[in-house]
């Protein structure tokens, strides 16, 4: 093997030792996330939330970024398990439509929430005449959400259901900060739905992983299967389907 010139060399070496600089991120990330798990407020979370998913172009609908179609799990669960068009499906931490839209336009009627009004205001904007109804509500609060046209206006979904089914939005379940908090999201789901729920959530490969902190995705708590179907059955609920691939999300199908 020829000898490399000096300055190729040179340069070699140079871009080697920026590895110094993606070590020291991850670092940072690490202290970062532990600094914040450990002193972050409720009020904290909520606001960088509004910041992290409302500033996104990817959860922004009628932007270049914005993800507009299901993903292959959704598809898959939705195809094998939901009942067909036209039924009622309700939709937890729907950020700016995505499983809200793509429904829709398959003939779906929708009743969509997301806890951050510039989100669902930016859905309520898009949808058009698709049969997309928005309100503003965090699944701590279910069944109670908010008007997006009146935030004090306080709406029970209670009367709007029983839903024929219902999905909690791409992994939002792992954004809920407590066991209690993830139990009683599952039945207050359960009880306003007669038919299958969609859960997706960051999955682990291991027992008894940490809860995360990220900009871009706020506080996530990754669930082994066991640990998931733990908080399913702590809510009296019945898993119909469950898959948890390194390769794809956690997710389960499950019913009251």
């Not at 898959?76 to 499906?89: G, N």
């Not at 949808?127 to 306080?154: D, N, W």
């Not at 900060?177 to 007669?194: A, I, M, P, Y």
Request: charged share 20%.
């Amino acid at each position: 093997m020829r000898r490399p010139s000096f300055a190729v060399s040179l340069l070699a070496r140079t871009v080697y030792a920026t590895m110094l600089v993606d070590h020291g991120y991850r670092l940072f990330d690490r202290v970062r996330s532990r600094m914040v798990l450990a002193c972050a407020s409720e009020e904290f979370y909520e606001t960088i939330n509004g910041f992290s998913y409302g500033r996104q172009d990817c959860f922004r609908p009628g932007t270049k970024s914005f993800l507009s179609s299901l993903f292959p799990f959704e598809e898959r669960a939705i195809s094998r398990y939901f009942p067909s068009p036209p039924a009622i499906v309700l939709i937890g931490g729907a950020g700016g439509g995505r499983e809200a839209l793509a429904l829709a336009r398959r003939g779906y009627r929708i009743v969509a929430f997301d806890p951050i009004s510039s989100l669902t205001a930016a859905l309520a904007r898009f949808c058009g005449e698709l049969p997309i109804e928005t309100f503003v509500g965090r699944y701590e609060q279910l069944p109670m959400v908010s008007s997006l046209e009146h935030p004090a206006v306080k709406v029970d979904l209670r009367p709007r259901g029983p839903f024929a089914a219902a999905i909690l939005g791409w992994a939002s379940f792992s954004n809920l900060r407590s066991d209690q908090h993830r139990v009683e999201t599952l039945k207050q789901f359960g009880d306003l739905t007669d038919g299958p729920i969609l859960v997706s959530y960051f999955p682990s490969s291991v027992e008894g992983s940490r809860a995360q902190f990220s900009p871009n995705l706020g506080y996530y708590q990754p669930f082994s299967s066991t640990e998931f179907r733990a908080l399913v059955e702590r809510a009296a609920l019945n898993i119909i389907y469950l898959e948890d691939r390194p390769d794809s999300w956690g997710h389960a199908v499950v019913r009251a």
